[in-house]
Structures are given as structure tokens and as C-alpha cells.
């Protein structure tokens, strides 16, 4: 199983990106995902979540201007960035819990990562 995550670049103060990650592999179902980011000098950051059933939910700092949306068919799931700030500047992971079996048939849960991908608001 593997994430793979792609979309980042660099833009203007006020623009627009869009993130998307694609789960792939053998896969049961994709539980949570979400985007997670980490600036220079700083923690890691959990940014935004989505359930399966599409529940989402934000850190405070990006509410109202990101949205994250996810397509269970396709196992996808995106990070539309608009207003974007200089401090939005980071790399971002998208993240996921994925049920997987095991050779006996049994259902068994793991965390995956995907490679980041920077984005750079910037003038």
C-alpha cells in the first residue's frame, strides 16, 4: 500500500492550490484520511481530517479558506488551499488509516504516509 500525494508548487499570497493523494495497493477500505504539514522549524501539524461518511474537520487557522473532500471509490482524497498565506508555506503529508486483511482473511487496521509535497506561498 502506498500514498501518493502531488499538487504543490509555489503561488502568490492569495491563491489557490489544490492537493491530491491516491491510495493504491491492497486495499479493504480507507477509514480516515487527512492532510497533515510541517514549516521550517516547527512541528508537524495536523491541518484537516475526513471520516469516510465525510465528516470533516480543520485546525483553526486554515477554516474557511481549505476544504478537503475524498472519492472512497477511488480511494482519493484533496486539499483545495484558497486565500493561501506565508504562513501556509510548508511541506504537506497526506495520511490515512487503511483495513487491510491479512493472510488468514482477517481485517487488520494501519496508519500510511505519503511523501510530502511542498507548497510555498510567496510574492
Known amino acids: 500500500v502506498q500514498l501518493q500525494a502531488s499538487g504543490g508548487g509555489l503561488v502568490q499570497p492569495g491563491g489557490f492550490l489544490r492537493l491530491s493523494c491516491a491510495a493504491s495497493?491492497?486495499?479493504?477500505?480507507?477509514?480516515?484520511m487527512g492532510w497533515y504539514r510541517r514549516a521550517p522549524g516547527k512541528q508537524r501539524e495536523l491541518v484537516a481530517t475526513i471520516t469516510s461518511g465525510g465528516s470533516a474537520n480543520y485546525v483553526d487557522s486554515v477554516k474557511g479558506r481549505f476544504t478537503i473532500s475524498r472519492d472512497n471509490a477511488k480511494n482519493t482524497v484533496c486539499l483545495s488551499m484558497n486565500s493561501l498565506k506565508p504562513e501556509d508555506t510548508a511541506t504537506y503529508y497526506c495520511n490515512a488509516d487503511i483495513l487491510r486483511r491479512n493472510g488468514l482473511g482477517s481485517l487488520y487496521q494501519s496508519e500510511y504516509w505519503g511523501q510530502g509535497t511542498q507548497v510555498t506561498v510567496s510574492s
Open positions: 495497493g491492497s486495499i479493504f477500505s480507507v477509514n480516515r
